[in-house]
């Protein structure tokens, strides 16, 4: 028993340095996107809601007038039934509340971009030059279930720090990023379209944008994001941007 006791307290030490190791300055606490910490300075996500304010998806405000998400967050919904919230990491107060003017799918892609009817108070995020090779650190945000097995929202957007995985990890392709679930955390629904970021605090680049994830088993398996950067040019010729 003693052995058995002596080598669980070493094991258990050994998962606490690694996590030390691999999480640096922004280890997560208890919950998050599922199990992360909040995310009170990340201004470029974006809460996509109804117009009675609940929230459903996520996204990436990529220019002062133009959000990212996800494609099947908004398909079969009306424009006039759909707001944005972004500039703020609370989707129910602060920044900027948009309505938006001009909807774009992606002829196949899961992808989704939004002309906001004005400019956003929040900082955009640039899309990188490149995918993400495997075992690029990077940050998953959004404001989805931040529990396992059962539907627990939070207010405030959360985090969570994280890797890129090889594609047969999950299945992935060309066109999308398998993404670490460390912790038995990762994304939930709530957070689909919300963006994947390289980078530090300081020079963020987008990478990748969440798409449909699994409930009520989030976290349990790597997740799946689109790699935006697959995409650079047909964003480009949508927006502008970069032009």
């Known amino acids: 028993m003693r052995g058995s006791s002596t080598r669980a307290a ?19 606490g ?12 990340i201004y470029f996500a974006a809460s996509v809601q109804d117009r009675a304010g609940g929230h459903f998806c996520g996204g990436s405000l990529i220019d002062p007038s133009w959000v990212l998400t996800a494609k099947h967050c908004l398909q079969g919904r009306a424009i006039e039934t759909v707001q944005l919230r ?12 948009h309505v938006p003017v001009l909807i774009r799918h992606h002829p196949s ?5 939004v002309r906001l009817g004005g400019t956003s108070s929040g900082r955009p995020v640039p899309i990188a030059a490149a995918s993400p090779p495997v075992g690029t650190r990077t940050l998953i945000l959004g404001w989805g279930s931040t529990c396992v097995n059962t539907w627990c929202a939070s207010a405030v957007v959360h985090e ?8 047969g990890a999950c299945a992935a392709d060309v066109t999308t990023i398998c993404t670490d679930n460390p912790y038995g955390g990762g994304n939930c629904v ?3 379209g919300s963006p994947q970021v390289q980078g530090s605090t300081s020079s963020w680049e987008l990478v990748g944008t969440a798409l449909r994830p699994s409930f009520p088993t989030c976290g349990s398996a790597p997740s799946t994001y689109l790699d935006v950067t697959a995409f650079r040019g047909w964003i480009n010729s949508m927006t502008g941007i970069g032009s």
């Not at 972004?86 to 509340?97: D, I, V």
Request: charge should be negative; charged fraction near 10%; glycine fraction near 12%.
């Open 30 to 41: 208890a919950h998050a996107i599922v199990r992360g910490q909040p995310g009170s300075q």
């Open 86 to 97: 972004t500039g703020t990491p609370h989707h129910n107060s602060g920044g900027t509340l």
């Open 190 to 192: 709530g957070d689909d």
């Open 10 to 28: 070493a094991a258990a030490a050994l998962v606490v340095a690694l996590v030390a190791a691999l999480a640096g300055p922004t280890a997560p």
């Open 160 to 167: 969570l720090p994280t890797s890129v995985l090889s594609d």
């Open 109 to 113: 892609a899961d992808l989704a971009l």
